[in-house]
């Protein structure tokens, strides 16, 4: 039966997913305390959960950063060709890497990301720039941006977050934003709803392994305790991602690496101190 105790993830889901989607981050990141050390759910029950959220808080930012044209589909789909590769990998390895090990080294990625975002970049002059142009248009403001493809990085770094995001449920959206903002420096609303378009269709794909997995190896009673928190997060994580993606198009990309570096920061000392609870 569906446990209505659950009830107030409707309301932590629409707030954590407001967040996720203003930043273009995935929302399992700021879930995991709560499943971990609040719900104290075991790693591949809180991981499988993850995704399932996942797809529902980006499914609605999909639809209303589409919407808003704020996509750039012409970069979303030359990082889509690493990361799906990536995340099914991540996941057939899942339930054979020791969850502690993982989490760590996630901890301590997060926080050299956070700090990577504010550190100053040394130009660096590449012969052979490849570039292609996206009109975006907010209001009454019609513009042309030239995205730079020749930094070679941002396609390693989106493979890594795609690994972690069937490893550990998260990783690719931090990445990503790491890449848009600070390697190809794109507006906060177009680096965001790209990289939630890039979320969105690698969770689908690495959700079909957790759903075979849930309903072969997991009880019925835990089943259950899935439903009932997923059936009060849902409506949550829908309703906070389009409250962020409205507030992404009014915010600096500037103020968005300041607000990233402190979340990651605090991300990362959780990561770490979650070892030692």
């Not at 993850?50 to 609605?60: A, C, Q």
Request: proline share 3%.
């Amino acid at each position: 039966m569906i446990d209505a105790s659950y009830w107030f993830m409707l309301p932590v889901g629409t707030m954590v997913a407001t967040i996720a989607m203003t930043a273009g981050i995935g929302g399992a990141i700021l879930f995991s305390p709560i499943f971990f050390i609040i719900l104290k759910l075991s790693p591949e029950v809180a991981i499988g959960i993850g995704i399932f959220i996942e797809i529902f808080g980006f499914g609605s930012g999909f639809i209303g950063y589409a919407k808003e044209k704020l996509i750039d589909y012409n970069l979303g789909l030359k990082i889509l060709v690493l990361a799906i590769p990536a995340a099914i990998v991540g996941t057939i390895f899942s339930n054979m890497i020791n969850g502690k090990i993982l989490q760590s080294i996630f901890g301590a990625g997060i926080m050299i990301i956070a700090f990577s975002l504010i550190s100053k970049e040394r130009p660096i002059l590449v012969k052979n720039k490849i570039f292609h142009k996206m009109h975006l248009k907010i209001g009454k403001l019609d513009r042309c941006y030239k995205i730079d493809h020749s930094k070679e990085s941002i396609y390693f770094l989106s493979a890594l977050g795609g690994l972690f995001l069937g490893l550990i449920s998260t990783g690719l959206g931090e990445l990503n934003e790491y890449n848009f903002i600070k390697k190809l420096k794109l507006k906060g609303a177009v680096a965001a709803g790209t990289s939630v378009f890039i979320v969105i269709v690698t969770a689908l794909i690495v959700s079909i392994s957790h759903f075979i997995y849930f309903f072969t190896h997991l009880s019925n009673e835990i089943l259950w305790q899935v439903g009932s928190i997923l059936i009060f997060t849902a409506p949550g994580v829908i309703l906070g991602a389009q409250i962020g993606v409205h507030f992404s198009k009014h915010i600096n990309p500037d103020h968005t690496k300041k607000f990233l570096f402190v979340l990651f920061i605090l991300i990362g000392i959780a990561s770490i101190a979650k070892l030692f609870l």
